[in-house]
């Protein structure tokens, strides 16, 4: 069954803008981790954060995780056409089953 | 990392047939995961595929729709059965590697209509 759900279903903005999508999740989790699919292909995993921190960066990107709402969001900064994808988070409820749940997806457009 | 080849990238199939999927690694690996992505939708976990047991599957997947093999610790195969057009989906494949064994690769998918 589907843990997570995230919002915006979609968005779309101009390219040099930041873009924000949020993720909640109903369960405990160990880690929960974004990934990036383009075009109905496979997934690309973009970064993790685990329980037991709060913010991660990589590049472009920043994540937070905010375990007591049981929430965590994905920025991507100076956004690129690139970038136009969907974007699910997952969650990891079973330290090392690597059994992943993931959420609904943001659908993100680039506009150049 | 690991490389995932998986096999066929898309196919169009008649209703009543059945369509097996392929997924081998660049590496050895303890776990392989078999999702489905119906159309517009997220990523369910259909089962884990064991090396040297049965597969474990989730609520709402069964064995006789969906026959897993796994024959050894690079290789799998997903086989969807008697097909309706429901199950018009993408199947991906996954595996976890690393000591913590906690990001995931996915193959490319495979993309099926079934018609």
């Known amino acids: 069954s589907q843990q997570g759900e995230e919002d915006p279903q979609a968005l779309s903005i101009q390219e040099g803008e930041n873009a924000t999508m949020n993720c909640s999740y109903k369960?405990?989790?160990?880690?929960l981790q974004w990934y990036r699919q383009n075009s109905g292909r496979g997934l690309v995993h973009l970064i993790l954060i685990r329980s037991n921190e709060r913010e991660k960066h990589s590049g472009r990107l920043r994540v937070t995780l905010d375990t007591s709402k049981k929430s965590s969001s994905l920025l991507i900064t100076a956004s690129r056409a690139a970038d136009t994808a969907s974007y699910f988070c997952a969650t990891d409820p079973i330290q090392g089953a690597q059994k992943l749940v993931f959420g609904q997806g943001t659908r993100l457009t680039i506009n150049p | 990392s690991a490389v995932i080849s998986q096999k066929p990238s898309r196919d169009i199939c008649q209703r009543g047939t059945s369509l097996t999927i392929q997924c081998q690694v660049d590496s050895q690996v303890t776990m392989m995961f078999w999702y489905r992505q119906q159309p517009g939708q997220s990523l369910t976990l259909i089962a884990t595929?064991?090396?040297?047991?049965?597969?474990?599957?989730e609520s709402g997947f069964v064995i006789d729709k969906f026959p897993i093999s796994r024959p050894n610790l690079t290789f799998s195969t997903l086989t969807v059965s008697n097909m309706s057009p429901e199950d018009s989906s993408i199947y991906l494949c996954s595996v976890g590697v690393g000591s913590g064994k906690t990001e995931a690769f996915f193959g490319q998918g495979t993309r099926l209509t079934v018609v």
């Open positions: 369960t405990s989790i160990n880690n």
């Open positions: 595929a064991n090396q040297g047991s049965e597969a474990t599957y």
